[in-house]
Nanobody, 125 residues
Framework: QVQLEESGGGLVQAGGSLRVSCAASEGTFNFQTVGWFRQSPGREREFVAA????????IYAASVEGRFTISRDIGKKPATLQMNNLKPEDTAVYYC??????????????????WGKGTLVIVSS
């Protein structure tokens, strides 16, 4: 089982940028789809972005399309989410998670098999 840990969260003003990363504290990301989710008070945990095991395919939630970029190093632990033009509504705890295979669709939390404790991102007005 792959155990994940997120880092890089913090406080940023609206319009700014932040990069969060995901590392495997146990196992590797080989042959695993990696996804980012987020959860804020009053909202359900929602899908943000995902990248295939070979880094050939990505998919994003409509709310972050064009602003966020997911990337990974094949065969290595790090996976990142670059967040640009941040908005106050992006404020949330961001979670990294993984699962085998690639569906080509936006993911549900229930699809994931491993995840981290999350990293907090706060976007001020």
């Amino acid at each position: 089982q792959v155990q994940l840990e997120e880092s890089g969260g913090g406080l940023v003003q609206a319009g700014g940028s932040l990069r969060v990363s995901c590392a495997a504290s146990e196992g590797t990301f080989n042959f695993q789809t990696v996804g980012w989710f987020r959860q804020s008070p009053g909202r359900e945990r929602e899908f943000v972005a995902a990248i295939s095991w070979d880094a050939a395919s990505t998919i994003y939630a409509a709310s972050v399309e064009g602003r966020f970029t997911i990337s990974r190093d094949i065969g290595k632990k790090p996976a990142t989410l670059q967040m640009n033009n941040l908005k106050p509504e992006d404020t949330a705890v961001y979670y990294c998670a993984c699962r085998p295979g690639w569906s080509g669709r936006r993911l549900a939390w229930s699809d994931m098999v491993s995840w981290g404790k999350g990293t907090l991102v706060i976007v001020s007005s």
